[in-house]
C-alpha cells in the first residue's frame, strides 16, 4: 500500500509560478512511475504529465507542455511538478499518481493510488 501527499497549491496571478509536491510513504516508491493529474471545475480528471521510475522518460500533456516540468528524488520519495507561466486555465485540483507497473501512462486507469489532491487557483 502507497499512500501519497500532495502540498504546494495556491493561490496565484497568471504568469506566476508554483511547485506542487507529492510525498509518498513505501520502500519501493523508486519502482513506481508517477502521474500527476488535474480536474478543472465542472470537468472530467485529465492527464498532465508523467515520469519513469528512473526519470528516464517524461510525458507531458499538450496544454502543459513547455511550461511544466515533472521530477523525482526518489531518496526523498517525492515528486514534483514545477509550473511556470500559469494561465487561469490552469485552475483544478492536482492529484498525483502512482503506477505500481511503471508504464509512465497518460491514462487515468494505469494508476494505482492517488493522494488527495491540492488545489491551484490561477487569477487573470
Known amino acids: 500500500q502507497v499512500q501519497l501527499v500532495e502540498s504546494g497549491g495556491g ?18 516508491f523508486s519502482r513506481y512511475a508517477m502521474g500527476w493529474f488535474r480536474q ?23 496544454s502543459v507542455q513547455g511550461r511544466f516540468t515533472i521530477s523525482r528524488d526518489n531518496a526523498k520519495n517525492t ?12 485552475t483544478a485540483v492536482y492529484y498525483c499518481a502512482a503506477d505500481e507497473l511503471g508504464r509512465g501512462s497518460s491514462r487515468f486507469n494505469a494508476y494505482d493510488y492517488w493522494g488527495q489532491g491540492t ?6
Request: positive net charge; aromatic residues 6%.
Open 11 to 28: 493561490l496565484v496571478q497568471a504568469g506566476g509560478s508554483l511547485r506542487l509536491s507529492c510525498a509518498a510513504s513505501g520502500r519501493t
Open 40 to 62: 478543472p471545475p465542472g470537468k472530467e480528471r485529465e492527464f498532465v504529465a508523467a515520469i519513469m521510475w528512473n526519470g528516464s522518460m517524461r510525458n507531458y500533456a499538450d
Open 79 to 90: 515528486v514534483y511538478l514545477q509550473m511556470n507561466s500559469l494561465k487561469p486555465e490552469d
Open 119 to 124: 488545489q491551484v487557483t490561477v487569477s487573470s
